[in-house]
DNA sequence: CAAAGAACTGGAAGCGCTTCCAGTACCGTG
DNA sequence: CACGGTACTGGAAGCGCTTCCAGTTCTTTG
């Protein structure tokens, strides 16, 4: 093994070993046309030689380039970003950047500090794209978005406006679905916990939720708020049994506030699902832990994720994408099971724009 | 509003409206001495006028300093990252982060392909240093590290091999504080659930547990190894309690696996905690859900993301930290419960070495 | 067989920043 | 008042890459 000085050779020295300009070097490498057999396989053989590898920082001052993508999110409170489906987002947006040689910079913008820290990267052309993830209603990074003169891709929607570039579960759909299910069981008083409604996907979860019951003729007073957390389903199931104890199904926007819900009615007394049924929403992990395990409507977050990336992607290269809404699904499992009956599948129908 | 045209400003730029060279607009912006005070705010207006924030490439390439690190994460399964363990680390390396001007760079290796993918970013010099985290025994992550001219921080250790730098969790001592209690409870017949033991944290949980039952004077054969999931703890509970029907406490190197667990007590009519005492390991959010709640031993999980954060800014600067071994705490819960005894807190001893 | 392309080459000019260094201005000292 | 410092300054040389363009060679074609 010829161990080479620690300096890291550069296009020069590849040109050289290589007998040819730098130029064509270059060309070689990026196989951008106009290269010669010859001179290919020369600049190929000493790249191997050398072990080059290109700076990047050179490359993307001479492109105008940074060869990377932020994916930011902003959220108050940290222990928030801990819900496995930031992770599941990631994991897609990973999947489909390592298809490309784009690389993801994760930027966690929660304080105000954050969020001119995130700008200052923006600006500073360091990434040549940005995700957003789960804005609520008076999210300063929606302004951000505005003022910059970078693609921008959103994961879900902003509350007050329509982005050009989304992608979005068919969080509607899904609802409806869930509460048309919660019908078809015989139940007529379907209360819903639901999530922070400064938030697009709760508003839309409580809609899909209302038109399931208005079409069945079934009044929608049963409603309360919470915060998506299993701590926030729990305290908004006892006010529900409080003010409404004849309910008998509860469709809670998010698994965890499910749990919760699961929690509380346990407490209360009653037996789910004979009682009370209870569908959530995510198909978190979360899901399957709880007795009985929940019904819940699964949203397919990882490919968000990848739908998000490979939107970005296509936005870099110049190219029109379109908004992506996904179609959500119905499980069945324990906590709305009518007898012993199998767990069934559902797909939501697609409503964008209806 | 002067709407300047789509051009970002440049460091000439500000320079010349500052009526300054461009060498000493630079020390300015980067308050490298020599600057008076006039040219100091000759420059500060012009960058305020202009709006203008460095271009980072160039800086990059002019400094050798990419700005930014990158967090690595190899895991087979992409379902395991899913796990909050990653999600609390990155909110810690975030919050360290965000008081440098170090970017983070996540990156998901699980394949072969993304793995030299990981390789070529850190060769192309787009990253000033690498966190690695949780590291099964053979992984390939492991040589790569070694070829690297990079800073290296490493979370957890690796199997087979003491890196020089790196932030770990007491496992040991965790696990050694959680069976002792169990001990002290009046249990004899204490059983465990390991993680996967091509992972240190399953080895050294599994040294504390056998250390504490060694020192009681108590027989350490039940023992079954686990996959660090809620089903692998299932799983393996069934088999240990078919092959030790007596057992009055488990003890799992996790807490999903000893969700697990506590699901196949259930089935097999035990009650926890007065039958069996459960104890889990990471105080993961499920320990919380489940009933009873689960007694766990407490990883300062947040806070080890931000000292591997904190030693790589440390090594990048070019000092030279100490690796670093963080406490853990018992929590006792219900699952533990001799009484109606409220919630305890201990501290584990630090033992680094011995 | 001359002329016109086509295919390829390498010199040179950047990309936007930092930093070395020679130079200027200005200070306090003997 | 000449002197050695100190405090700044700006010209210029990079950092390592891409890309334009004028030039060269080789192949076609009328």
């Known amino acids: 093994m010829s161990t080479p000085p620690k300096r890291r050779p550069t296009l020069d020295e590849v040109a050289q070993t290589a007998g040819v300009s730098r130029a064509a070097a270059s060309r070689a490498i990026n196989s951008s046309g106009n290269v010669s057999p010859a001179t290919r396989q020369a600049v190929e053989r000493a790249v191997r030689e050398l072990d080059y590898v290109p700076n990047r920082s050179a490359r993307a001052l001479a492109t105008q380039q940074a060869g990377a993508v932020v994916l930011a999110v902003s959220h108050h409170d940290p222990e928030l970003f801990a819900d496995p489906f930031f992770a599941q987002v990631i994991v897609g947006v990973s999947a489909e950047l390592e298809r ?48 910059l003169d970078l693609p921008v891709v959103y994961g879900g929607r902003p509350l007050d406006a329509e982005p050009q570039w989304y992608v979005d579960a068919d969080n509607r759909g899904g609802a409806r679905l869930a509460t048309e299910h919660l019908i078809a069981l015989g139940r007529r008083r379907i209360a819903t916990v639901t999530g922070l409604l400064d938030t697009d996907a709760a508003v839309q979860r409580r809609r899909g939720y209302r038109e399931a019951l208005a079409v069945a003729g079934l009044d929608t007073t049963r409603t309360v708020e919470a915060d998506f957390t299993e701590a926030g389903g729990y305290a908004a199931t006892r006010h529900l049994l409080d003010r409404h104890p004849d309910l008998d199904a509860v469709f809670a926007a998010s698994d965890n506030m499910a749990a919760g819900a699961l929690r509380a009615l346990h407490e209360s007394g009653r037996r789910v699902p004979e009682d009370v049924a209870v569908v959530g929403f995510d198909d978190a ?23 998000m990336a490979r939107m970005l992607v296509t936005l870099i290269e110049g190219e029109e994408p379109t908004p992506l809404i996904l179609p959500t699904k119905l499980l069945v499992r324990g906590s709305s099971l009518p007898a012993h009956a199998p767990t069934r599948t559902l797909d939501a129908t697609d409503v964008p724009q209806a």
């Open 100 to 147: 490309t040689d784009l690389v993801l910079m994760l930027v966690l913008a929660a304080s105000e500090h954050g969020r001119t820290r995130l700008e200052r990267i923006l600006r500073s052309r360091r990434a040549d794209g940005l995700m957003l993830l789960s804005l609520h209603g008076d999210d300063p990074l929606h302004r951000l978005a505005g003022k």
């Open 285 to 307: 992990p979360v899901s399957r832990l709880t007795t009985p395990q929940l019904s819940t409507v699964q949203q397919p977050i990882r490919q968000l994720g990848r739908e």
